[in-house]
């Protein structure tokens, strides 16, 4: 089965840094965009980031440009976002998505379940 | 990078037909065919429903078909079931590796 595991949320003070990671199993990871989209509580989907398949291509949201930064290990299956600088306003359900193309298209055939970030002092 | 608008919440009785709208801009839904459509129940991670505006994946009914007309994209759904009860997000891609989401609507079956 086609699977993406998040880990790596957890309570944090704001201006503190973390970093979630995404560890894909039995697909081509390498062959494929990915993105993280986050979901505060109660509230939509905010498209957060994305990589393509070989790094050539990077995006951000602009409430996360400047502090997040998405990176993959193709020879590890692995998707992170390291976060910087973090505020109350990030707190969300961090979700990483396989595109279904090696670009970015934002169609995003499958998910992980999800990691939690809390940003309160 | 503003959220793509759908109206908050549409409704239906079981068996009808309901649209939902996808607002957005000539940056976005307008300039891409690149805009898909994901059913969201409480609690659960997104599923992925329409892509590049009229393509469903291989398990999703022929129920739900997609479309667009300019900076507008829509989500049909007919013969509406039970468990068509969920959050529905449309979202594009908004050129140079960017994204954009719709605000989100609430299906509720009568």
């Known amino acids: 089965e086609v699977q993406l595991v998040a880990s790596g949320g957890g309570l944090v003070q704001p201006g503190r840094s973390l970093r979630l990671s995404c560890a894909a199993s039995t697909f081509n990871f390498d062959g494929y965009a990915m993105h993280w989209v986050r979901q505060a509580p109660g509230r939509g989907l905010e498209w957060v980031s994305s990589?393509?398949?070989?790094?050539?291509?990077?995006g951000y949201a602009d409430s996360v440009k400047g502090r997040f930064t998405i990176s993959r290990d193709n020879a590890k299956n692995s998707l992170y976002l390291q976060m910087s600088s973090l505020r109350p306003e990030d707190t969300a359900l961090y979700y990483c998505?396989?595109?279904?193309?090696?670009?970015?298209?934002?169609?995003?055939?499958?998910w992980g379940q999800g990691t939690m970030v809390t940003v309160s002092s | 990078q503003s959220a793509l608008t759908q109206p908050r919440s549409v409704s239906g009785s079981p068996g009808q037909s309901v649209t939902i709208s996808c607002a957005g801009s000539?940056?976005?839904?307008?300039?891409?065919?690149?805009v898909s459509w994901y059913q969201q129940y409480p609690g659960k991670a997104p599923k992925l429903i329409i892509y590049?505006?009229?393509e469903r994946p291989s398990g999703v009914p022929s129920r739900f078909s997609g479309s667009k007309s300019g900076n507008t994209a829509s989500l049909a759904i007919s013969g509406l079931q039970a468990d068509d009860e969920a959050d529905y997000y449309c979202s594009s891609y908004a050129g140079t590796y960017t994204g954009v989401f719709g605000t989100g609507t609430r299906v509720t079956v009568l």
């Open positions: 000539s940056n976005d839904v307008g300039a891409y065919n690149y």
């Open positions: 590049e505006v009229i």
């Open positions: 990589i393509s398949w070989n790094n050539g291509g990077i």
């Open positions: 998505a396989k595109d279904m193309n090696g670009i970015q298209t934002n169609a995003f055939d499958i």
